[in-house]
């Protein structure tokens, strides 16, 4: 009789005590927070638009920005300002607050 997953195998162990194990790291590496630091501080213009629930659960809404410094950085943003800007219009993140629009 198999008892599957509970059968005793070699050494007397049941067959699920010989399975592989996975370590995963504990370094916050599993995913990337697009939420932007309380510390940052910078100005740019938005190229993009875009909302997912990435979590699958919840719905988070994210603005492609062109940084004043020529990088181009994926934050992701309260409902409020994601429905007041548009793609064109200037957003401005100072330390300690969130992004507005300018």
Do not use: H
């Not at 990337?32 to 938005?46: C, K, M, Y």
């Amino acid at each position: 009789m198999d008892t599957g997953i509970n059968q005793v195998v070699d050494g007397g162990l049941p067959a699920w005590s010989s399975c592989a194990v996975v370590v995963v790291s504990q370094t916050g590496d599993m995913f990337t927070s697009r939420q932007p630091a309380p510390d940052e501080a910078w100005e740019g213009v938005v190229l993009d638009k875009s909302r997912g629930m990435t979590d699958g659960s919840n719905m988070y809404r994210y603005l492609t920005v062109r940084l004043s410094t020529s990088e181009t950085k994926k934050i992701r943003v309260d409902r409020g300002l994601w429905d007041s800007v548009a793609e064109g219009d200037g957003i401005v993140k100072q330390a300690g607050s969130n992004p507005v629009k300018k």
